[in-house]
């Protein structure tokens, strides 16, 4: 039971070394940071504004 266990682990592994090397070999070729704001919902835009606000203030007064 053990040994099939093992193996199916290796297997996933396996899956996700190939996965990986395939993305990097056929990677994004062509990136453009304003065509990319033109598909972000106000939503998401609100989220990380906000986030990127807060992580700002820890930054200058210090994790507590």
């Known amino acids: 039971m053990i040994l099939y266990l093992l193996g199916f682990c290796a297997v996933l592994l396996g899956a996700g070394v190939f996965v990986d090397w395939w993305h990097k ?4 070729d062509d ?6 704001e033109k ?19 820890d930054h200058h007064n210090g994790m507590s």
């Open 39 to 57: 598909h972000v919902s106000e939503s998401e835009r609100a989220y990380i504004e906000s986030y990127m606000h807060n992580m700002k203030n």
């Open 31 to 36: 990136f453009n940071p304003e065509e990319n």
């Open 25 to 28: 070999k056929h990677g994004i």
